[in-house]
Antibody, heavy 122, light 110 residues
Framework: EVQLVESGGGLIQSGGSLRLSCSAS????????MSWVRQAPGKGLEWVSV???????YYADSVKGRFTISRDSSKNILYLQMNSLRAEDTAVYHC????????????????WGRGTLVTVSS | QTVVTQEPSFSVSPGGTVTLTCGFR?????????PSWYQQTPGQAPRTLIY???TRSSGVPDRFSGSILGNKAALTITGAQADDESDYYC??????????FGGGTKLTVL
């Protein structure tokens, strides 16, 4: 059974750093593309970042240069290193698995974690 | 900055049919953007409904369907039920490793 469990959220001051983890089971994080998606309180979903199976990484403009996505294949964990945090980064951060059929990407998210809350105080 | 538009809110009667849309402020949505749709209730993780425009995710009832209508992606719910009352989000793949979510539609069933 595929499961994604996020951790690492908390209260942090503006300008600080935090690393989120997403522990995966039932599949390998290195064989799928994996994303982080966030949701500010009372707001909609916002795509943050992706890491493809080949290692390529991409970011939303709102976090580019401040956030870094990575994975540890041996531990089967996805990470999001967040630096220079701002009040507007306050959100629940979900990790999501990219949907594939065989090896063909369909560019959507088929499994989601429940998320971890990051609160940035100014 | 690409903006993906959705109706902020919609209302449907129980048993009725509703079509939610997902578009660009300027330009057309096509299958090349791999539109997908998600349902979310407060405090819960999103649930995947539709991907690649019109493919239902595993376990999703066939009263949920996806399509391209005119220049937008569309999610149609046929025979709406009370527990369909949720927020619905579309997301479009822009290419080059970038996705953009719509602002979401709050669906009320009454």
């Amino acid at each position: 059974e595929v499961q994604l469990v996020e951790s690492g959220g908390g209260l942090i001051q503006s300008g600080g750093s935090l690393r989120l983890s997403c522990s995966a089971s039932g599949f390998s994080v290195s064989s799928n593309y994996m994303s982080w998606v966030r949701q500010a309180p009372g707001k909609g979903l916002e795509w943050v970042s992706v890491i493809f199976s080949g290692g390529g990484t991409y970011y939303a403009d709102s976090v580019k240069g401040r956030f870094t996505i990575s994975r540890d294949s041996s531990k089967n964990i996805l990470y999001l290193q967040m630096n220079s945090l701002r009040a507007e980064d306050t959100a629940v951060y979900h990790c999501a698995r990219g949907g594939l059929t065989g090896s063909r990407a369909h560019y959507y998210f088929d499994y989601w974690g429940r998320g971890t809350l990051v609160t940035v105080s100014s | 900055q690409t903006v993906v538009t959705q109706e902020p809110s919609f209302s449907v009667s129980p048993g009725g049919t509703v079509t939610l849309t997902c578009g660009f402020r300027s330009g057309s949505v096509s299958t090349s953007y791999y539109p997908s749709w998600y349902q979310q209730t407060p405090g819960q993780a999103p649930r995947t409904l539709i991907y690649s425009t019109n493919t239902r995710s595993s376990g999703v009832p066939d009263r949920f369907s996806g399509s391209i209508l005119g220049n937008k992606a569309a999610l149609t719910i046929t025979g709406a039920q009370a527990d369909d009352e949720s927020d619905y989000y579309c997301v479009l793949y822009m290419g080059s490793g970038i996705w953009v979510f719509g602002g979401g539609t709050k669906l009320t069933v009454l």
